[in-house]
């Protein structure tokens, strides 16, 4: 069984739609769980991390984690175009472990 | 917010040659700097850790005489890629930080190109 498990997509939707990502994960050690956005040819940037289960906003995005069943998601409400990019999971232990990404396209 | 600056952004060598890649945290100083490698399509594969002022710990399957990792200061470390072949050909990403919790800095990514 993978560590990391992620979706690799493409996702494609239009404006405005609500977009769900989604990554599991075998090692109970995580303690951290991050969202990454990369735009192509360009560095991942950090979008959200949290450690406990449970929702956490930020503007349009909500991260979610459930450690009982060692999944967490990404939503991202009212989606735009310029949200088209590849979305990583990530989870700490003394490094960053990845997701393989997910492409997310978002047409008007 | 942190910064991580990394360059060049883009090199193209003849295969043989050795290219330097510079990862630079501008308002922070970064005790651990993480180099990664991703082909298309696909996720960042982690080479090495990189550690102010010791040797650099690398992944298993990373020869750490071709990929050459200096962390000579808390805001600087390099990446050689020596003698260099077209299967090296990838995009090389940094990323610096002092704690995981808060996730790390990339950089924005060296697409080498050897020919």
């Known amino acids: 069984q993978k560590e990391v498990e992620q979706d690799p997509g493409p996702l494609s939707v239009p404006e405005g739609a609500i977009v769900s990502l989604n990554c599991t994960y075998s090692?109970?050690?995580?303690?951290?769980f991050m969202w990454y956005r990369q735009y192509s040819r360009k560095g991942p940037e950090l979008l959200m991390y949290?450690?406990?289960?449970g929702n956490k906003e930020d503007g349009r995005f909500t991260a979610q984690v459930d450690k009982s069943s060692k999944y967490i998601s990404l939503f991202i409400r009212d989606s735009q175009p310029s949200d088209s990019a590849t979305y990583l999971c990530?989870?700490?232990?003394?490094?960053?472990?990845f997701g393989t990404g997910t492409r997310l396209q978002v047409f008007p | 917010g942190a910064v991580v600056s990394q360059h060049p952004s883009r090199v193209i060598c003849k295969s043989g040659t050795s290219v330097k890649i510079e990862c630079r945290s501008l308002?922070?100083?970064?005790?651990?700097m993480f180099w990664y490698r991703q082909f298309p399509k696909q996720s960042l594969m982690l080479m090495a850790t990189?550690?102010?002022?010791?040797?650099?710990?690398?992944e298993q399957g990373v020869e750490k005489d071709k990929f050459l990792i200096n962390h000579a200061s808390l805001t600087l470390s390099t990446l050689t890629v020596t003698s260099a072949h077209p299967e090296d050909s990838s995009f090389y990403i940094c990323?610096?930080?002092?704690?995981?919790?808060?996730?790390?800095?990339f950089g924005s990514g060296t697409r080498l190109t050897v020919v």
């Open positions: 949290t450690y406990s289960s």
């Open positions: 990189s550690n102010e002022g010791s040797k650099a710990t690398y």
């Open positions: 990530a989870f700490n232990t003394d490094k960053l472990i």
């Open positions: 990323s610096a930080g002092d704690r995981v919790i808060y996730g790390y800095t």
């Open positions: 090692n109970s050690a995580f303690q951290y």
């Open positions: 308002d922070f100083q970064a005790t651990t």
